[in-house]
């Protein structure tokens, strides 16, 4: 898979933004409220990613800075037709290493009970619950996770 930084208007980023936005709603009845400005996924602010397999844009996946230390990972997504081929991991792998690089040592995120899969990867690549933050910090489906990131 080919991995590239893409604006967060994007049209491949589009594309995926609003594919993962209808997993949402299958799963949970509605699309993610969290406010999210574009802007805040634009270097050195954020970044947002597209993972490319024939040249056809299959994961997604950004981060945005949260405090001085911190960002907050927005998106991670793999289309069904490219799941099980551990895109996720790499996308996953290239927004700790893109913030590393931007001298961040943390990286967070929202994510819910009724993606499991989700979970399951955080958890493996080091991921651990953290106190609830952001717009379903009350969410008895929200699931808060972390890791500290070595350079």
Known sequence: MRIDIRDYAHPDAVKLIAEVQQEYVIRYGGVDETPVDPAEFTPPSGLFLVGYLDDVPVASGG???????TAEMKRLY???????RGLA??????????????????????????????????LTSG?????????????????????????
Do not use: C, M
Request: charged share 25%; net charge positive; hydrophobic share 35%.
């Open 63 to 69: 981060w945005r800075v949260h405090d001085e230390q």
């Open 89 to 122: 991991r790499a996308v996953l792998a290239e927004l700790e290493r893109t913030a590393v690089e931007r001298g961040l040592r943390r990286l967070i995120l929202e994510t819910g009970t009724k993606q499991p899969e989700a979970i399951e990867l955080y």
């Open 78 to 84: 793999v289309n069904p037709t490219a799941r099980g």
């Open 127 to 151: 991921y651990a619950p953290i106190p609830p933050f952001g717009h379903y910090a009350d969410s008895p489906n929200a699931r808060h996770l972390g890791k500290i990131l070595t350079p």
